[in-house]
């Protein structure tokens, strides 16, 4: 595998937590002579990461500060600043862009990357900003992406994902699912269709011949995958593999119970769901139908990372960095707000995560 030519900095906010841990070592493990700055407000996490690191350095950050990044030289200025923990205030992504640093977002739901296009227009250079905030870092969308074609976009796209919460999970995870019983839209045939939190269950077969039902969720690949015209229509269906917790949740969502508890609630009680410690396989599938005339009209694609969520979405936000690096002739992504499933090249995503450990099964039909 060939490998970046100069050492490039990279600063990874939230370094030393869930997922911002795995970043750290699957890019000291893919370009060992990338400096790598791992950055927070716990110096003694941080610090234990970087010695751990060929090239690493822990740095204390505070996102709520008014400059984060006050203080650094020159020298010192990143490369890539990766956003592995929730950015409230837009307080990093201000201090990068006014120092003209690419910037890579784990954590933003649709909203907030309009909040990004607002700060990005306040500033005089304008930088390259990714928002990697679909499902496990983009992953899905990027598996999308890879097998259609832009002139010819799919009929519809189904993914359906298998979540076990005693898997390690970040905690942004939980967040994902504080308003699960809001409505919200998706596309069908070409038109939004407005659809209930956790409605339209559908048996689906994952491995082992386990059929569970899944349910829809709000995940932002439902509207970005239509707006990049890679399909016409798209819906992503999640199940809990823990059945008392996927039954439990599916209730307390479907009998209003939890609308009416307060948010703080709501979110302390996913916490508490999503503390899993352990390393379990996550799996999720992407079914395409394609428009009629092909060979091959339905293909579907079923990812495993056997280390578990936190590495899928690591080794996702890893291929993304190497893409604002221009990694091994890499596309750049073009300055302004851009996803991960726009990359022109995003077949070098999938092979970069193979790479990284993650299965791609393709089935045609």
């Not at 400059?67 to 923990?85: H, K, R, S, Y």
């Not at 905690?171 to 659809?195: M, N, Q």
């Not at 829809?216 to 399909?231: G, K």
């Not at 578990?308 to 890499?330: C, D, I, M, Y």
Request: with cysteine; proline share 6%; glycine share 8%.
């Amino acid at each position: 595998m060939a490998r970046v030519t100069f050492s490039p900095l990279i600063c990874v906010v939230g370094g030393y937590g869930v997922v911002g841990s795995h970043i750290c070592r699957l890019l000291a493990s893919r370009h060992p002579q990338a400096r790598i700055v791992v950055a927070g407000h716990d110096m003694q996490k941080a610090g234990l990461l970087a010695r751990a690191l060929p090239h690493g350095r822990p740095w204390a950050l505070e996102v709520g500060d008014d400059d984060p990044l006050a203080g650094l030289e020159e020298d010192e200025v990143p490369d890539v600043l990766v956003m592995a923990t929730l950015d409230p205030d837009d307080h990093v992504l201000r201090a990068a862009a006014r120092r003209g640093i690419p910037v890579l977002d784990l954590t933003r739901s649709l909203d907030r990357i309009d909040d990004a296009r607002e700060v990005l227009a306040d500033v005089d250079e304008l930088i390259r900003f990714v928002a990697a905030s679909g499902w496990m870092a983009g992953a899905a969308a990027v598996t999308v992406a890879a097998h259609v074609r832009p002139d010819e976009p799919a009929e519809q796209v189904e993914i359906d994902i298998l979540m076990v919460v005693a898997d390690a999970l970040g905690p942004e995870t939980a967040t994902r699912f504080v308003d699960a019983h809001k409505s919200f839209a998706i596309w069908i045939e070409g038109r939004p269709r407005l659809v209930r939190g956790l409605a339209g269950p559908r048996r689906f077969r994952f491995s082992g011949d386990r059929i569970v039902r899944t349910r829809l969720v709000s995940s932002p690949e439902q509207e970005t995958l239509v707006a990049h015209r890679l399909s016409n229509g798209v819906t992503v269906r999640l199940a809990v593999a823990e059945v008392a917790t996927h039954v439990g949740f599916s209730v307390l969502v479907g009998t209003k119970i939890w609308s009416c508890l307060p948010r703080a609630t709501r979110r302390r009680m996913l916490q508490r769901l999503t503390t899993g410690q352990g390393e379990h396989p996550h799996e999720f599938w992407v079914s395409i139908v394609r428009p009629a005339g092909g060979d091959h009209r339905v293909a579907q694609i079923r990812v495993v990372d056997p280390h578990g969520q936190r590495h899928l979405a690591a080794a996702s936000a890893v291929s993304q960095v190497e893409r604002l690096l221009g990694w091994n002739g890499r596309a750049v992504p073009p300055v302004g707000v851009s996803l991960p499933e726009s990359a022109p090249d995003a077949v070098r995503d999938v092979e970069a995560m193979a790479q990284m450990g993650v299965r791609f099964d393709v089935t045609l039909h």
